[in-house]
């Protein structure tokens, strides 16, 4: 197992243990149709294998490096 890949396991876990005990903070909202649209969209972009700007463009366009 990598590093990375042992992060991402440990995150996971410390993710599902606080949502066992503080329980889920988004449990019973509801999601706008115009939210679930665009996550559908971006979901149909993503198995065709579009992606988005990078995490640095991005992050530059908005002044935040």
């Known amino acids: 197992m990598t590093k990375d890949q042992f992060r991402e396991m440990l995150g996971e876990t410390i993710e599902q243990k606080l949502i066992e005990l503080l329980?889920?903070?988004d449990e019973g909202l509801t999601l706008k149709q115009s939210v679930?649209?665009?996550?559908?969209r971006q979901r149909?972009?993503?198995r065709r294998g579009e992606r988005g700007a990078p995490l640095d463009e991005v992050a530059r366009r908005l002044g935040l490096r």
């Open 23 to 25: 329980g889920d903070p």
């Open 36 to 40: 679930r649209t665009r996550l559908q």
């Open 44 to 46: 149909r972009r993503v």
